[in-house]
Nanobody
Framework: QVQLVESGGDSVQAGGSLRLACAVS????????MGWFRQAPGKEREGVATINAYGSTTYADSVRGRFAISRDNTKSAVFLQMNSLKPEDTAMYYCAAPRSAWTNCFGRDPADFNYWGQGTQVTVSS
């Protein structure tokens, strides 16, 4: 059974930093794309960042230069370092993984990901 468990969400002031972690079990992450997504109230879920099996990354325009996705295959974990946080970054953040190793990783489309964590809340106040 595949399980993804996010942690690290918190309430912070604008300009602050957070590091999200996603612990994965029942799944060998090293051969798959992994992604971070977020959903704010009343908005659609959006792709924040993805990282493929080779370590190549892609980011939403709104977070590029501020966020960094990384992976530790030995620990079966994926991370999202978030710096210079803004109130508009407030959302529930989800870690996700695809069923297929051939998933279009760089499209950051939630529809391409099959396994999801329960989410961790990030709140940024001005």
């Amino acid at each position: 059974q595949v399980q993804l468990v996010e942690s690290g969400g918190d309430s912070v002031q604008a300009g602050g930093s957070l590091r999200l972690a996603c612990a994965v079990s029942g799944y060998t992450i090293r051969t798959y794309c992994m992604g971070w997504f977020r959903q704010a109230p009343g908005k659609e879920r959006e792709g924040v960042a993805t990282i493929n099996a080779y370590g190549s990354t892609t980011y939403a325009d709104s977070v590029r230069g501020r966020f960094a996705i990384s992976r530790d295959n030995t620990k079966s974990a994926v991370f999202l370092q978030m710096n210079s946080l803004k109130p508009e970054d407030t959302a529930m953040y989800y870690c996700a993984a695809p069923r297929s190793a051939w998933t279009n990783c760089f499209g950051r489309d939630p529809a391409d990901f099959n396994y999801w964590g329960q989410g961790t809340q990030v709140t940024v106040s001005s």
